[in-house]
């Protein structure tokens, strides 16, 4: 319909262009030809003057001859000549044909043979005068009047005339037909060609195949689109605060209230049972504490395990309850997993399996079948709660980690209109490592159904591009970190996830640095004067624990003068109690850290301190303000949000940050003392070093990290990765929209 309306357009104003240039033509046209006929019929009169002239002459002499008068009834014989006349030269008419208009006198005659046009309409029809002198031998003897038919000339014009309408009449016709034609085949091109490029084919693909004459334009379009999309990207750089009102207005506006559900397997807030009373923990994750003030910014449903063994009471009948308790800005939806589920999925294939497989820290990783089945099985429910929570066909879905690779295709297959965001919170290995999976294959399928992939860092996701590139059959566009499987595109990015940063009024509610110094040097018994190293962890292998350690008994034994006046804190949260590796792991950290302080320790002197439990943020954030240095040796880290904490927790601009350079966070955090956890004796140089920072020093690196870490916040996390996806969402409405248009145009 709509292509028909489009050529109409294009058709109507051809077919009055063509009407008036007929209009025009057919007069120009009839002009012409009476010229060229009035040509031809004065040298017709000419020859006819010359073959009388002798007659008229010779008769001119007898004035009693009649045979002028019979030749000339014998000349009009001629069906083109009408009439002849004979003018004296005084202008009396001598003789004359029969036909002769009576009324036209010689003088009137001539007048009209002069004329550009010489016409006369007589009783039969139009006639063409001309008047030709008869010359005798003494000069000129007397003019003749030749009326010479016209109306053949009328009926050759209009045969003419109607020619000439057929002419451009068929050339109409054939003009509209081309026009048709042309349109019909170049509308299909520019269609499936708009189609391909806003679905994002055509970023990848080698364009348009049906239609290669717009080839060039696509490959122009497609570069600049992206080049705008990069500069848009880059233009999201540091100077762009970003804060909770920031990110709501992004929702507002770039994704018009669209439905936000996110799927992680921590859930934000635990009900415990305690005695009589029900009370409400927070978790050590670094999801968690990094997803948590999104989700109160933007509102929507978080889909977690409920894991809680209150969790089930507190709940409505359709297993949600509002968080944070008390002030209820979202939803929590709880999904119950049987033991065995938590076994097969949680523990064993993602924390026996793909744990140790994408973190470097010498760990074998264990494939069981039976794991790899229940990790399956709960992948599917947890895709059956994102489709029962959304309230439309095209949901926004944050996917958080390695607990759910398989999610992604398996809410696409239910819900193909869904933008899917899936973020992957710890590093990806190179292809060799991941390849040790047995079903690499499924993962890295079911982690190409999201529509925006995210990693910390660039490295993550050239080491995720060339897995895909060595174990599928994909189409993979480096330089515009695409990947397209199935007909489906993910775009695969780098998003370094960050903390909160504390406003000024959260600030003011901290204890002094003094007095947090004081509460926690007391409590653990330390002098005043004492010097404080603190590593705050879940207790995990990959986080460094082990090296750490080692580092602290190497500075005791290279820089003796510090026993007595240095002690270290390790803060370690119990972390995945019922798995083997860990129980050995918590093990030997308890045996060396024994064996640091029975060597070190004096009556009153403890060097290292292993507080191995859980602790409020509140506790965290005295101890963060409480110490000298901060001692983050990751042996892999995707990123750590412990030395983000750290940095944010000093607004007194003082304390040093040791990290490690296997941690996302040193590709950010330059200022901090930059190690090698495997390397002990750096290490312990390190903390050496740290120990004796001047302040200004210390002024200088802090300030610079905590600008870094305010600015890159998780705010910037989150309204990149939403951006990204408004800018995905609009590209595929505009698709719809064509493609509920293309069944009229074509
Ligand atoms: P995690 O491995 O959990 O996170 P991390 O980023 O260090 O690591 O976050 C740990 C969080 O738990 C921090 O917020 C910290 O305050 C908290 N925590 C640690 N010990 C605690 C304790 N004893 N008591 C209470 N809370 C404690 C994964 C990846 C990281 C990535 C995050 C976020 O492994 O690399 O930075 O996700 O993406």
């Known amino acids: 319909m709509n292509t028909l309306r489009l050529q109409l357009r294009f058709l109507v104003p051809l077919i009055l262009t063509l009407v008036a240039a007929a209009y025009l033509a057919v007069p120009v046209m009839d002009r012409l030809t009476l010229r060229w006929f009035a040509r031809d019929l004065s040298l017709r009169g000419s020859l006819v003057t010359k073959t009388l002239s002798d007659s ?102 209009q ?105 992680s397997n921590r859930e934000p807030y635990i009900h415990e049972q305690v005695g009589d009373s029900i009370v409400v923990k927070r978790p050590a994750s670094g999801l968690v504490t990094a997803v948590e003030p999104v989700m109160r910014a933007c509102s929507g449903t978080w889909i977690a395990h409920g894991s809680g063994n209150a969790d089930a009471l507190v709940v409505d009948a359709h297993d949600r309850v509002m968080v944070p308790p008390g002030r209820d800005e979202y939803t929590l939806r709880r999904l119950w997993l049987s033991a065995e589920e938590e076994q097969g999925y949680y523990y064993g294939f993602a924390n026996e399996g793909l744990w140790p497989l994408c973190h470097v820290a010498h760990v074998r990783p264990v494939f069981r079948e039976s794991d790899w089945q229940h990790y399956r099985q709960v992948n599917q429910r947890f895709a059956d709660a994102v489709v029962a929570e959304s309230r439309s066909e095209d949901p926004i879905v944050l996917v958080q980690d390695y607990h759910f690779a398989l999610l992604p295709a398996m809410i696409r297959k239910r819900l193909p209109r869904a933008t899917i965001l899936t973020f992957w919170h710890i590093p990806w290995p190179n292809p060799e490592s991941f390849g040790i999976c047995p079903w690499r294959q499924e993962i890295l399928e079911g982690m190409l159904g999201t529509t925006i992939l995210g990693f910390h860092t660039r490295f993550h996701c050239k080491n995720f591009m060339e897995t895909v590139d060595r174990y599928l059959e994909a189409r993979i566009e480096h330089e515009h970190s695409t990947i397209s499987f199935h007909d489906k595109n993910t775009f695969v990015e780098s998003y370094p996830i960050s903390i909160e940063w504390p406003t000024a009024q959260t600030v003011a509610g901290w204890p002094a640095v003094e007095q947090c110094r004081r509460t926690v040097f007391e409590r653990l018994g330390l002098p005043a004067d004492h010097r404080l190293a603190i590593g705050v962890d879940r207790f995990d292998y990959t986080k460094g624990i082990l090296e750490r350690l080692h580092a602290v008994e190497r500075l005791l034994e290279k820089h003796p003068e510090w026993i007595e006046h240095f002690s270290f804190v390790q803060v370690a949260a119990p972390s995945r109690g019922s798995l083997e590796e860990y129980r050995l792991f918590q093990d030997r950290i308890h045996a060396v850290t024994a064996r640091i302080n029975q060597r070190f320790a004096t009556p009153n002197y403890t060097p290292v301190h292993l507080l ?37 927790a000093r607004d007194d601009e003082r304390g040093v940050l040791i990290l490690s350079r296997f941690a996302g966070a040193a590709r950010e955090m330059s200022q901090a003392l930059i190690v090698n956890p495997y390397h002990v004796e750096e290490t312990a140089d390190a903390l050496q070093r740290a120990l004796t920072m001047p302040e200004a020093e210390q002024r200088e690196r802090m300030a610079s990290l905590r600008m870094t870490v305010r600015e890159f916040n998780v705010y910037r996390w989150a309204g990149r990765m939403l951006t990204d996806a408004g800018h995905w969402r609009l590209r595929e409405r505009i698709e719809a929209r064509v493609q509920r248009l293309q069944p009229e145009l074509l």
């Open 56 to 157: 008229i002459a010779e008769d001119l002499q007898d004035s009693r001859s009649v045979r002028l008068q019979s030749l000339f009834n014998r000349v009009v014989q001629d069906e083109r000549l009408v009439a002849i006349g004979l003018c004296s030269l005084a202008g009396q008419l001598l003789r004359h044909s029969p036909g002769y208009p009576a009324t036209l006198t010689c003088q009137q005659a001539s007048d009209v043979a002069q004329q550009d046009n010489p016409q006369l309409r007589i009783e039969g029809g139009p006639v063409h005068v001309g008047t030709y002198p008869i010359i005798g031998d003494s000069g000129p003897l007397a003019n003749l009047v030749l009326l010479q038919d016209l109306s053949f000339v009328e009926r050759r014009s």
């Open 159 to 263: 045969d003419t005339q109607k020619y000439l309408i057929i002419l451009i009449a068929g050339l109409g016709v054939i003009i509209a037909l081309i026009t048709v034609i042309v349109a019909q085949l170049s509308w299909r091109g520019w269609v499936s060609g708009a189609r391909a490029l806003l679905r994002g084919e055509g970023l990848i693909s080698p364009m348009m195949s049906s239609s290669p004459e717009l080839a060039p334009f696509a490959a122009e379009l497609r570069v600049r689109l992206r080049d705008l999309e990069d500069e848009y990207r880059r233009s999201l750089g540091p100077e762009v605060n970003w804060d909770p009102e920031r990110l709501r207005s992004l929702l507002r506006t770039q994704l018009r209230g669209d439905q936000l559900i996110v799927v």
């Open 612 to 648: 191995a439990e859980h602790h409020e943020h509140q506790a965290l954030n005295e101890l963060y303000r409480a110490a000298d240095v901060c001692v983050v040796t990751s042996l892999h880290d995707g990123m750590n949000l412990v030395c983000k904490e750290f940095v944010a």
